[in-house]
């Protein structure tokens, strides 16, 4: 069992940054594969980032690589996703997500889900 909570979301101009957390409880945090995905109103909910256990495998969506950087902290039980750079096409409510083995990123794959935190990017 596992609960997912994420903060950091907010309003911030174009071309700004903001850094989301997902803090986790549970056991075997440290086993979990890590995702980030995001949903803007009306469109279909889509893949951004994710990480495995160790910290050593990342993915990320090809609309977000060189911008957002995912990490985490096994000790803190704490994921991350640092943005920059933001567009107002990153305005979303943004998710975070974990499974059992490797990145993924199917939504379907992904078993316990954070309520989410909204971005809004102006222009």
């Known amino acids: 069992q596992v609960q997912l909570v994420e903060s950091g979301g907010g309003l911030v101009q174009a071309g700004g940054s903001l850094r989301l957390s997902c803090a986790t409880s549970g056991r075997t945090f440290s086993v979990y594969t890590m995702g980030w995905f995001r949903q803007a109103p009306g469109k279909e909910r889509e893949f951004v980032a994710a990480i495995s256990w160790t910290g050593s495998n990342t993915i990320y969506a090809d609309s977000v690589k060189g911008r957002f950087t995912i990490s985490r902290d096994n000790a803190k039980n704490t994921v991350y996703l640092q943005m920059n750079g933001l567009k107002p096409e990153d305005t979303a409510v943004y998710y975070c997500?974990?499974?059992?083995?490797?990145?993924?990123?199917?939504?379907?794959?992904?078993?316990?889900w954070g309520h989410g935190t909204q971005v809004t990017v102006s222009s």
């Open positions: 997500s974990a499974k059992r083995g490797p990145t993924a990123t199917a939504m379907g794959e992904y078993d316990y």
